[in-house]
């Protein structure tokens, strides 16, 4: 029974950010051992009286200075040797921010950065393996879900959009047919504004209606 009893768990959280149109994570570097300096996900230890819901606000405030965004739990990772201190079970979850709507103070202590998703970014633990099941649940959710509320500006083109669902799905559409499928889901409301690109051409602004946004995230399409 005292082996069973010997069996930490941590939380880390996996927070993307939707920046010069490219998908970002947080990472922090560690400040103390096992991987000293290496590259991070926000994480924390469980305290016995703590629970996963208090830990996840930890992270936020200590990390971005903001408790207050969008997040679901992902995952429990559990392989037996992912950490070299002992048996260590990580419960995960992900985040949504938006950079100009959030307000966020990134601690400078922990070097606190969000950096693009290309290829592996080299994190220890298996902290790389969390960013891909991350990804990959917000790809299938996407299918079935909206997602932009929580990383796009209030109002928005349907091109900017576009951007956001091929950066985050890692496919192109055709732009008629992505624009027809959008306006039939209808959960976007047209502003009576419009905004001039680089060009000078007009392109008009849009902004999701909060009731139906909301039905359908808790519903699907």
């Known amino acids: ?42 994480h924390q230890m469980l305290k016995p009286n703590q629970s996963l819901e208090e830990v996840c606000s930890e992270i936020l405030e200590n990390n ?42 990134l ?21 790389d393996d969390i960013i891909d099941f991350a990804n990959k649940r917000i790809k299938r959710r996407m299918k079935y879900r909206p997602l932009g509320k929580n990383l ?19 496919k192109q559409f055709d732009k008629r047919n992505f624009r027809r499928r959008i306006l039939d889901m ?6 009576k504004k419009v905004q001039r690109n680089t060009r000078g051409r007009k392109a008009i602004l849009y902004e999701f209606d909060p009731k139906k946004y909301k039905n359908y995230s808790k519903n699907g399409f």
Request: charged letters at 30%; glycine letters at 6%; a negative charge.
């Open 1 to 42: 029974m005292e082996n069973f009893l010997n069996i930490g768990v941590s939380v880390s959280i996996c927070i993307f950010c939707y920046d010069e149109e490219q998908k970002k994570v947080l990472i922090i570097d560690k400040d103390n051992e096992p991987f000293k300096g290496g590259k991070v996900l926000p």
């Open 64 to 105: 971005i200075g903001n408790k207050d965004i969008y997040v679901e739990q992902l995952n429990a990772f559990g392989k037996v040797y992912r950490h070299p201190s002992g048996r260590i079970i990580d419960i995960s979850f992900y985040g949504l921010i938006n950079l100009q709507k959030d307000s966020i103070k």
């Open 107 to 127: 601690n400078k202590e922990n070097n606190a950065r969000f950096e693009k998703i290309d290829k592996s970014l080299d994190l220890v633990f298996d902290h």
């Open 186 to 191: 209808d959960f976007l409301k047209e502003i």
């Open 152 to 170: 796009l500006p209030l109002q928005f083109t349907m091109n900017e959009l576009e951007d956001l669902y091929s950066c985050f799905l890692g």
